[in-house]
């Protein structure tokens, strides 16, 4: 995969844990997700919870070189003693989430380190902003528990939990904080198709091949916004579609005609 990044960030170590799941189609598509959350009443009827989800998604498969998308949100909330009658049930709670993407540095046994090229953050509703990504490590080992405490609960996943269904989703204000993809793919193969359609094979530098169907009509910009969605490259990622003869294709231009 071809990407610029621009400057890199710090380092970051960062470690997820696998079981099965599904693929996205012929995609090597892969998530982790790793969440936890806590709640009690105290003695005084006065409530507490919180809960924190993370999720690293891999577009392209876990490989080294490949990259990596990773969102982090975490809740809490405090409520009132049940003599406190005018604000008892009402709760204050804060909300953040951080965004970054990077790509996989390495992968050690049950370990896997990223290079983070950029990061944003949003607490409770305030605009996104700029941010430097957490250090958070995690294990590729199975394990989850419940515990009782008291009249609490607390539900914690050890470790992430591999779930190739999990989606990263953010606005487009907080990819505007962070570096976008240059990708590029090459257009092997045109067919016609039934129904007024075209079918596309197209390889990755990487080796990968993806395979599209469009409306006969369609131009190079439809291909390019096909294969940013199926790639989850996030708005703003610059896609650049190859002939077979390395020229790059205008935008404009007409896939078939």
């Excluded at 430097?132 to 992430?160: F, I, N, W, Y």
């Excluded at 487009?172 to 257009?187: I, R």
């Excluded at 990968?208 to 199926?230: N, W, Y």
């Amino acid at each position: 995969v071809l990407t610029e990044w621009g400057v890199k960030a710090n380092f970051w170590e960062v470690t997820v844990r696998c079981s099965a799941s599904c693929l996205l189609s012929a995609m090597p598509y892969a998530a982790w997700v790793y969440a936890s959350s806590y709640s009690n009443i105290d003695s005084d009827g006065a409530p507490e919870e919180s809960s924190t989800e993370s999720a690293w998604a891999f577009p392209d498969g876990l490989e080294v070189g490949q990259q990596v998308q990773y969102l982090s949100k975490v809740h809490s909330a405090s409520g009132f003693p049940r003599y406190d009658r005018k604000r008892r049930g009402s709760l204050i709670s804060n909300d953040s989430q951080i965004f970054a993407v990077g790509e996989v540095a390495s992968i050690n046994d049950n370990i896997v380190c990223f290079t983070w090229a950029g990061a944003a953050k949003q607490k409770n509703r305030s605009a996104w902003s700029e941010a430097t990504p957490l250090m958070a490590v995690l294990q590729m080992e199975p394990g989850s528990d419940r515990q009782d405490l008291g009249r609490g609960r607390e539900e914690r996943s050890h470790k992430a939990q591999r779930c190739d269904e999990y989606r990263i989703h953010v606005p487009a204000e907080a990819w505007n904080m962070v570096p976008q993809q240059t990708f590029v793919v090459t257009l092997t193969c045109l067919d016609t198709s039934t129904g007024g359609q075209i079918r596309l094979q197209l390889n990755t530098i990487g080796g990968d091949e993806l395979d599209v169907q469009l409306p006969k009509d369609s131009a190079v910009e439809a291909l390019m916004q096909t294969v940013a969605e199926q790639r989850q490259l996030g708005p703003g990622a610059r896609v650049c579609i190859l002939n077979p003869d390395g020229e790059l294709l205008e935008p404009l231009s007409m896939l078939w005609s």
